[in-house]
């Protein structure tokens, strides 16, 4: 990486993985397509052939496009740069990248310790045993405790999906030891913390998401050490995860405009989650913006994150009911899974991105059947807020309908 001064990481979000454009005579960076490449010397590719097995990246002609695409590249090196790492690995989706994770650990340090809530999938790629992994889920105070002779990796999400409460990465880190942690760090994403600098070891995104940034692109990358970089690379070479050519264009073109998506999205945010605080339907509120949800103060101080992101969950007093009155009167809001777009989503995890996980996890994470997960977007706040506290106010009106015939029932009963 050629790079004579530090960079601010709104100018490295514009430049990075574009810094031989100019020498290319190109202002875009260039899509390449190809699936396989012309061979030149036999012997030569031969020898890169084995290199790349090995999870080298050799110079010269990648051969073939499981093996190593120059678009995907760029994007890897963008990503590495912007989360403070070695390398960046991507993948098809953000499952593939930590399922490539899960595969890398040694046969026989396959027991994980995983901090509930994390992203439903992540839940139940681990719970189901699929990759051979077994698991402990834990709060974050209990991770010590729940290590083993067999422990290979430590699992967790700050802000957590879907409640948006945080975890003291320093403080997991304290309890780790040796054992590498791996942070999800896709609600957070690099602009507002850099989970390498905190001490975990290997930092995940789901790519599409807040990197891509318009919800046309999927994808996932690992930032992390050399070492562990070419051991992903070994595993996506064998499984065939890759990363697309046209994804990893449109991830890395969502990067430039990262910073200033996440800075206007957040403030946003902060705005409803205090709007959402005094709301009569509302019984709870999370937001890193609010004291109740920063309660180490991680971002307040600046400790973890530069800001609260714009991930927000609250609870309804009606439960389920309000819930799905809410979601179904939202008119602006998208009622749809997924995060991290242009526009504002707004979603029930009981029911749709954590049904996955059982009931019990579910609670023990917080993930009731009255939370609302709301990714806010770039439209006005005001906006937002109508027809946010419109579809509120409907839900009042659905709970106070449906009680006053039961309190007429008690009485004459
Ligand atoms: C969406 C998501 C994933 C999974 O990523 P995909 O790209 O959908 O495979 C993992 N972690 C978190 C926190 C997510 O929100």
Redesign the pocket.
Known sequence: MEQSFPHSRDTQAVHAGRQDLRDLGVHAAPLDMSTTYPVGDLNEAAEQLDAFASGQLPAGTPIYSRLHNPTVGRFEDAMAQLESGDQGVAFA????A?TAVFLALAPTHKHVVGVRPL?G??DHLLSSGLLGCTVSWVEPHQVADAIQSDTGLIVL?TPQ?PTATLVDIHAVARQAGDIPILV?N??ATPVLQQPLLLGATLVVH????FIGGHGDA???VVVTSESWAARLRGVRIATGAVLHPFAAYQLHRGLATLPIRVRHMQSSAAELASRLDEHLAVAAVHHPSLLSTDRQDLVGEGRQMSGPGSMLSFELRGGFAAARTVLSELKIMTHAV??GSTDTLAQHPASLTHRVVDEAGRESGGVNSSLVRISVGLESVEDLWADLSHALDMALLATENHAAPATINRATA
């Open positions: 989706s953000g499952m593939a930590l992203y999938g992540t999400e999906n999800d896709t609600f789901s790519a599409t998401k999927m994808g996932g997924s995060l």
